[in-house]
């Protein structure tokens, strides 16, 4: 049925094709509803650099080093052993002759007293300094292992179907236009208000009309404004 009139009153519809905006529109759906539901390809690259064993190996080992044992067998061990092994001898050799006299006994009491000041001084730094080192290098990797699991999360979330652009764009193409609207007009029918120039001028204001809203939203519009300017218009031909 035509625009202009008809056998039966009634709204009346046709589609209202722009080939300029199809051609761009009917590409790009088929390519949005091919990506709907699917998640973003892999990234190819690698994100960060594995752990090698070895180099684990030993952070496990330093964090796990007690400082006193530490101390015991790098420093009070191989002290006492350079103090018997060669620092006595000396002293016993400076003091030949006179191993019992108070110069002697002087001289041993002072190089003990030396010794355990050395000795003293070097666990009260590895009691303190060997768990600061431990806690920094702690944090340290806590830090590097934090950050690798951000880089796996973010992998995964961009590996989610709702996070691909795809959706969003897909999304605002169907809010838009896509080259095809439909257009509704009233037709009166030949027993009607107005008959045919009615009609007509009614279906021509309801075109008008259509065009100046995007997409298949004017449905309801284009009745009520074709309709109406039909209906109007035609009554001043009765």
Do not use: C
């Not at 021509?204 to 074709?226: E, F």
């Amino acid at each position: 049925m035509g625009f202009f009139g008809g056998s039966s009153p009634g709204i009346q519809t046709q589609v209202v094709t722009d080939p300029y905006k199809t051609r761009i529109s009917n590409v790009l759906s088929k390519y949005l509803a091919g990506q709907v539901g699917k998640g973003l390809p892999e990234y190819p690259r690698q994100l960060y650099e594995p752990f090698n064993p070895e180099a684990y190996s030993r952070y496990s080992d330093f964090l796990s080093l007690s400082p006193e044992k530490w101390w015991t067998k790098a420093v009070l061990e191989p002290s006492m052993r350079t103090y018997k092994e060669e620092t006595l001898p000396l002293l016993k050799e400076a003091h030949a002759g006179q191993l019992s006299s108070s110069r002697f006994d002087t001289a041993l009491v002072e190089s003990a007293e030396d010794l355990a000041t050395t000795l003293g001084e070097s666990k009260y730094r590895a009691e303190l300094e060997i768990p600061q080192a431990q806690f920094g290098m702690a944090k340290e990797y806590s830090n590097l292992r934090t950050s690798q699991f951000q880089l796996e999360f973010q992998d995964w979330m961009k590996s989610l179907p709702q996070m691909n652009p795809a959706l969003s764009q897909a999304l605002q193409f169907l809010a838009g236009p896509s080259g095809q609207d439909i257009l509704a007009y009233q037709t009166l029918g030949e027993k009607g208000k107005g008959g045919l120039l009615g009609g007509g001028i009614g279906a021509v204001l309801g075109l008008a009309a259509a065009s100046l809203i995007p997409g298949a939203q004017p449905l309801a519009v284009m009745a009520a404004a074709g309709g109406a300017a039909g209906y109007g218009l035609g009554s001043l031909f009765d």
